[in-house]
Structures are given as structure tokens and as C-alpha cells.
């Protein structure tokens, strides 16, 4: 059958309409599609790039921030012990004894409990109770993900354990004390809590006078703190320098528990303030704008300028005094940060006096501070006087072991 011209027309009109049909199903729509989502995408980016163009801006702003902010997070974090266990407390309870007056009939370390858990970098913090949570979304970053063989490595090093978890975890641990001893001890034991080194609180304290016996007898309740974490291993504690055995477990009579610390007194009038002007090391606290090294650590001497080190670090610093015997002398060999040390002889027959002058601080932004660690292995005793300190927020905190009397 022949076709007519117009059905060869309909028919040319229904293969153009079915070809154009294909290409716009085909070939049109998805490049369509492809750059609708180019489209979107480079939307993204243009704001994504605005975004970090305008942090850009602000880049020495936000840098000094995280500068200020770290170094208050490690002020605070740093006023914490990393760790709670009996022989902190041995070594609280030695230094209480080496320079007081003071006897405890009976205490207890409880069960340290946790209360709270942080983290750092973004992590979640919440509140073990469950009476408050708190996340925080990771920042953004603009590095690149990981490749493969980097993401493998990572999940190595956690498996075999050498990666380190951020997390810090704060717990408490009561510390209940039945002491008696006198009024001027008491006061002296009050003191020497307040300057310990590790965190606590005094949450109750009773007082009752015998005034048969002139002694003060009491509870104190204590609360310890710690904030512990994998990047903040437990402390090595040295227990050398408390007293074992069966030779002095009675009071009285020959080598008998020792009254010797009664005999720490040398310095008593006017809170020691004759070691101010008659003292054989020192340690010197500033202000970080001052004129002078905000931390000094040295001899007194006209000629030891050599002894003394120093920083002007606008920060907790740690500085530690030993005194020891060697070879048959005593030695005292003081540190500052771990970074800087010396060793001194001490020429003084009778004692050792250690003068820590500190200051007022001059306003908020004045962060000089010290942890200040004395440990005594000699029979010669050590005097210290802490002179000057700001009342408000001191700049000094001692921790001490063997014969060891602070004034302040």
C-alpha cells in the first residue's frame, strides 16, 4: 500500500516528536539535573567560603582566645590532685604531725566516688547523677578526612592502646578527723589545709574545750577532690620519711611516739618574722608586669648570683626544695618547672630558714602563682616564712614532709 503524502508527514512528525522525546529524557533533563546539583553545590561553597573567609578576619582574635582560655582551663585543672589514694593521705597526715602540736585519735579515707565527668576539644561533659547533661558540637575543620591507610593507622594505635582518651573525671573522696590537741595547733592545722596542695574543703569542724587536760578536742570532716584522666597520671609518692615499726607505737617513755616535733618552735615570735631579714634561700613572687622575674628561686648571698633561676611566665609555676645528706654534708637542691635546678651546700650548723616573699596581685590578669613542694630528708629542721602574700588570692601553696614549720 502506498502512502499518501500526508501520512509521510504524520509519520516524520511522530519519529521528530519521539526523537526529541529521547533526547530531552536523555540528554537534556540529566545535564538539567547535573547542574541544578552543581548549582546547589556551589552554593554550599560560596557560604561554606564566606563562612571561613569571615573567621579568617577574626583569626589573631580567636587564637589569643584560645590562648587565654587554655591557660585558665590549666589553672584551674592544675589546683586539682590527679589522683586519690592513701598515701596522699599518709602524706597529708605526716605533715600535720611534723609541725604541730596536734594528735588525731582516729580518721578514715572513704571511698572516693565520681561526681563528674569533662571532657576537652569538644567533648561531651555531663553530670554522673543525671540531673543535667551538656554536649557540645565538635567544631568544624576544614582538613581534609583521612585516607584510608591513615584511618587504618589510627585504628591500630587504638587497638594496641597508644591512643590517649581526653576524658577527665572528677570524684570526691570524705575524709572524717577526731583530733585534740591545742588552741594554737588547731589554728596551725586550719592554715596548713588551707595552703595543702591538693584540693579539699573543711565542711565541718567542732571545737570542745577540756579544761581539765587544757586540750581542744574535735571532728573535722574533710572533702578531697580530684580531677583524674589518662593525661594526668597518678603521682610517685615517697613515703620514706614516715615512721614504721613497733618501737613507737606509745605514748611516753623511752622512744616513745616522738614529741620532737614540739620542738619546732625556734622562729615562734611574731609568726617567724625574724627569717625576712635572716634566711639562707629564698623564693621571690611578682607580678608578670613587674620590673623584675615574676618567679626567683635562690641563696641568699651577695655573692650567689650564680644560685639563683628565675622565669616571667604569666602562669602556675612548680617549685620543689629537697634537702638531703650526701657524702656527709647536707644539701638543699631546689627546681623550678622541672626545667631548672641547683644545688646548694648548707654551711648553717643548727637549721635551714627558707624565706618565700610573695605579693599582691595587681589585678585579674595577674596569673603568678607557685606549688611549692619541701621535702626534708635531714635531722636538721627547716623554718619557712611566707611573707606578703595577697589575702584575697594567694599566690603560695605548700606541701611539706620531714622537719618542716611554716610560718605565715
Given at each position: 500500500m502506498k502512502l499518501s503524502d500526508s501520512n509521510k508527514t504524520i509519520i516524520l512528525v511522530l519519529v521528530g516528536l519521539l526523537v526529541l522525546g529521547f533526547s530531552i529524557m536523555y540528554g537534556a533533563k540529566p545535564n538539567y539535573e547535573a547542574k541544578q546539583a552543581l548549582d546547589a553545590e556551589n552554593l554550599q561553597l560560596e557560604t561554606r567560603l564566606a563562612d571561613l573567609q569571615e573567621k579568617e578576619s577574626h583569626r589573631e582574635e580567636y587564637e589569643a582566645g584560645i590562648v587565654e582560655y587554655t591557660e585558665k582551663f590549666e589553672e584551674v585543672l592544675s589546683a586539682f590532685p590527679a589522683d586519690l589514694n592513701q598515701e596522699i593521705s599518709i602524706m597529708f597526715l605526716q605533715g600535720i604531725k611534723d609541725s604541730n602540736d596536734f594528735s588525731i585519735e582516729a580518721l578514715s579515707l572513704g571511698a572516693k566516688s565520681e561526681f563528674y565527668t569533662l571532657g576537652t576539644n569538644g567533648a561531651d561533659a555531663n553530670i554522673s547523677d543525671g540531673s543535667a547533661e551538656a554536649t557540645t558540637e565538635a567544631p568544624a575543620t576544614t582538613e581534609a578526612p583521612a585516607t584510608t591507610e591513615e584511618s587504618s593507622e589510627a585504628v591500630a594505635d587504638v587497638?594496641?592502646?597508644?591512643?590517649?582518651?581526653d576524658e577527665l573525671?572528677?570524684?570526691?573522696?570524705?575524709?572524717?578527723?577526731?583530733?585534740?590537741?591545742?588552741?594554737?595547733?588547731l589554728k596551725d592545722v586550719v592554715a596548713y589545709i588551707d595552703t595543702y596542695s591538693d584540693r579539699m574543703t573543711v565542711d565541718t569542724l567542732s571545737i570542745t574545750y577540756d579544761t581539765k587536760k587544757d586540750l581542744y578536742t574535735g571532728d573535722i570532716d574533710l572533702t578531697c577532690y580530684s580531677i583524674e584522666g589518662e593525661s594526668r597520671p597518678e603521682r610517685s609518692i615517697d613515703l620514706n620519711q614516715v615512721e614504721t615499726?613497733?618501737?613507737?607505737?606509745?605514748?611516753?617513755?623511752?622512744?616513745?611516739?616522738?614529741?620532737?616535733?614540739?620542738?619546732?618552735?625556734?622562729?615562734?615570735?611574731?609568726?617567724?618574722?625574724?627569717?625576712?631579714?635572716?634566711?639562707?634561700f629564698y623564693t621571690m613572687l611578682n607580678a608578670a608586669s613587674s620590673d623584675v622575674s615574676a618567679k626567683v628561686v635562690g641563696q641568699n648571698g651577695a655573692d650567689?648570683?650564680?644560685?639563683?633561676?628565675?622565669?616571667?611566665?604569666?602562669?602556675?609555676?612548680?617549685?620543689?626544695?629537697?634537702?638531703?645528706?650526701?657524702?656527709?654534708?647536707?644539701y638543699c637542691k631546689y627546681t623550678l618547672d622541672n626545667s631548672q635546678s641547683y644545688e646548694a651546700e648548707i654551711t648553717s650548723a643548727e637549721d635551714v630558714k627558707l624565706l618565700i616573699q610573695s605579693s599582691e596581685r595587681k589585678n585579674d590578669e595577674d596569673l603568678v602563682k607557685a606549688k611549692i613542694t619541701i621535702s626534708n630528708s635531714t635531722s636538721m629542721p627547716v623554718y619557712v616564712k611566707i611573707a606578703g602574700d595577697d589575702a584575697v588570692s594567694p599566690r603560695v601553696s605548700v606541701s611539706k614532709t620531714g622537719l618542716v614549720k611554716i610560718y605565715q
Open positions: 587497638e594496641e592502646g597508644a591512643a590517649v582518651s573525671v572528677c570524684y570526691t573522696a570524705a575524709f572524717p578527723i577526731k583530733y585534740y590537741g591545742s588552741y594554737n595547733s615499726g613497733v618501737n613507737n607505737i606509745f605514748q611516753g617513755g623511752s622512744g616513745a611516739a616522738g614529741s620532737s616535733d614540739g620542738t619546732l618552735n625556734k622562729y615562734d615570735d611574731n609568726d617567724g618574722a625574724s627569717i625576712e631579714t635572716d634566711y639562707d650567689k648570683k650564680s644560685t639563683v633561676i628565675s622565669n616571667s611566665d604569666n602562669s602556675i609555676s612548680i617549685i620543689s626544695y629537697e634537702f638531703y645528706e650526701k657524702d656527709g654534708k647536707n
